[in-house]
């Protein structure tokens, strides 16, 4: 499993590899964390449950960024690690965390260059984030 932050000028482009497509969202945690976090040392524990359902594994993937993207803004959640079970367009997830400060970078998760792909026994995954105003 692996992630790669791309930053650009006005968004953070985000590649996923892993050996799962499960794999491939909780992965999207730890980048999410990475992104965010900074020097934070933790707080009070915090765990969500994430539903969603959606037609194709890249919409699911947008979706569940969408809602950690959320938490972070909302609750000042910094993500540790997730959990899923995919079934067919259904996605039932558990994010952990803790109440922090994190970092508030990204301002939406986008469709633009969205992708979400087998191949050779790898998951692999593409999705793109505007950043907030002001982040160069």
Known sequence: MSYRWH??????????DAASREE??????AAIRNLV??????GPPVTRTITLTAATDAELLALWLEELVFLVETESFVPEGG???????DLDGTVTGHRGTPRHLVKAVTYHQ???A???AVW????VLDKTLGIR
Request: aromatic share 8%; hydrophobic share 45%.
């Open 7 to 16: 930053d650009g000028t006005g968004e953070f482009a985000l590649d996923l």
């Open 118 to 120: 087998h191949e050779d």
């Open 124 to 127: 692999q995954a593409h999705v």
């Open 114 to 116: 969205l992708g979400f």
């Open 24 to 29: 491939v969202f909780a992965e999207a945690v």
């Open 37 to 42: 976090a900074g020097d934070d040392m933790g």
């Open 83 to 89: 959990e899923v079970t995919l079934t067919g367009s």
